[in-house]
């Protein structure tokens, strides 16, 4: 008998992504993965791509799927909200990404091949392990920024890995479900911190495989003065227990 593959659904939150997100459906239908699935998550875009989304769900029923949120209240929320359908539509793997196409959609073989065939809870496709890199057209003082970013948060939390702040990741199932996904209280990038930050507490392994990170080619970037002041206080609140999951 031959073993079915794993159900794999590919969670992207979109705002204002309507030049993106046929670009990212038609590469996903490119890999040369069975039983791959994309959800996407709309935060109510005023663009249309809520609409868009519909359409791409209308004519491809069996492989993607679309989850309307009433309101855009951060990155992190539209997370859980599409982690949480893809665990209950039966997902076994759940590969998180930008909409924008930063994230190489190529590695996500790699990274669920990595995830499968070892004994990894999680797999970050980073930015900082060797033959991985940040945007060619970041200037010198975004990149010193990022890099920044990665050793304050392992400083203060000794997460152990090198993109601390990655968010290109495929989980396990079991892992969402270990972590107690629907009390993460982390919005916006420092949502990646906390999600890391679980698995660690766990005693479970994070992987790293390398990818080439992109500047978005369409659209406007979505980190604000709050989202930033949110991702430098993330670690202290996780280190000394404020929002971190009740024993």
Do not use: C
């Not at 990595?114 to 392990?129: C, E, I, K, N, W």
Request: charged letters at 25%.
């Amino acid at each position: 008998m031959v073993e079915a593959s794993p159900k794999i659904v590919v969670v992207v939150p979109t705002y204002n992504e309507r030049e993106n997100l046929p670009v990212l459906a038609g590469l996903l239908a490119e890999l040369e993965l069975p039983n791959l699935h994309l959800l996407v998550v709309d935060d109510n875009s005023p663009d249309g791509t809520g609409d868009l989304a519909d359409e791409l769900a209308a004519a491809a029923p069996d492989s993607v799927a679309v989850l309307h949120r009433t309101e855009k209240d951060g990155l992190g929320r539209a997370y859980v909200a599409g982690l949480t359908r893809a665990l209950e539509d039966g997902a076994e793997v759940v590969v998180q990404m930008d909409a924008d196409l930063s994230h190489p959609a190529s590695v996500i073989p790699t990274m669920v091949r990595t995830l499968l065939d070892g004994d990894a809870a999680v797999v970050l496709g980073s930015r900082y392990v060797p033959g991985g890199s940040t945007a060619a057209e970041w200037p010198w003082h975004r990149k010193a920024l990022s890099a920044w970013a990665n050793f304050y948060v392992n400083t203060i939390l000794r997460l152990g890995v090198r993109d601390a702040t990655a968010g290109f990741k495929a989980w396990r199932a079991e892992t969402l479900r270990a972590i107690d996904l629907p009390s993460i209280r982390s919005n916006g990038y420092s949502f990646q911190v906390e999600m890391n930050h679980r698995v660690v507490r766990e005693g479970l392994r994070i992987a790293e495989v390398p990818i080439t990170f992109e500047e978005r080619v369409e659209g406007a970037s979505k980190m604000s003065l709050g989202v930033q002041l949110e991702s430098a206080l993330t670690p202290w609140k996780l280190l000394f227990g404020k929002g971190s999951r009740k024993s």
